[in-house]
């Protein structure tokens, strides 16, 4: 049995019309979906539940979260308006892996993996492309001078 599960609806809605700030097209269509999650302890607790909305640019086909409460309250906004309710979505995974990178990153031979994979999942966002190049760079200085002094380290 579990100790945590999830009760997931999804709720697809009407297409709209965007300006996408992930590509740059002007008057896309767009789909909206909300996704309702409530996770549950041990199938009899329920934990607060997570509402979101993410909306799929039909041109580029990245996912943009909306921070809109529901469904109708997008179709009252203009493509204008919209626009500045629209970030691009940044996994949860991607940015556990930037923040596990930038505290391990004195590790060698760990670091540097969770720097990668962390900037390979986030480099669409600006703030998160940042902290992940941070990480990548920290982590490979560290590799490069633990390498280093491996190398030189004189044979016994």
Known sequence: MPVISAQRNITPGQPLE????????RQVQAVPTLYEERPVLLRLVPL???RHIFIRCSTC???LLAQARDLEELYDLSPQELLGQLQPYVSGVGRFLVVAALVLFWLPFVAP?????GFMMT?????WRRAAIVAVVLTFLVAGAVATLLLLAPNP
């Open 113 to 117: 993996l969770l720097a990668i994979g």
């Open 18 to 25: 965007i300006d996408c700030p992930a590509c740059g097209a």
């Open 123 to 127: 480099r669409r966002h600006r703030g």
């Open 61 to 63: 086909a990245r996912d």
């Open 48 to 50: 607060p539940a997570s």
